[in-house]
């Protein structure tokens, strides 16, 4: 008989089977659903106690972090969009001047 043990906080763990006797198969594939989960990420950041002090100001730089990479994007398309209406405006000035 076999019996099955249930992790005390409710979740089912990570689980590959192995078909074919394909174990390299079935490894990588553990190691992208873990990945994909962030098991590797959290126990680097576990592995030393971090003070509640650092912890806020690692937050509030990732949030910054975050934020410029926003802003950079939307200026992006911003820049983009007045390139475009520029072109569009010259190609019309032409076009009623040559008229």
């Given at each position: ?33 873990v990945?994909?989960?962030?098991i ?42 007045r ?17």
């Amino acid at each position: 008989m076999i019996y099955e043990e249930k992790p005390a906080h409710g979740k089912k763990g990570i689980t590959v089977k192995v078909f074919n006797n394909n174990i390299e198969g079935a490894i990588s594939q553990l190691k992208r659903k873990v990945n994909l989960e962030g098991i590797t990420k959290e126990l680097r950041k576990r592995r030393y106690f971090e003070p509640n002090t650092a912890k806020r100001r690692r937050e509030m730089s990732e949030a910054v972090m975050r934020w410029n990479k926003k802003k950079d994007q939307i200026f992006e398309t911003v820049r983009e969009k007045r390139k475009t209406k520029k072109k569009v405006d010259k190609k019309v000035a032409k076009k009623t001047t040559s008229d």
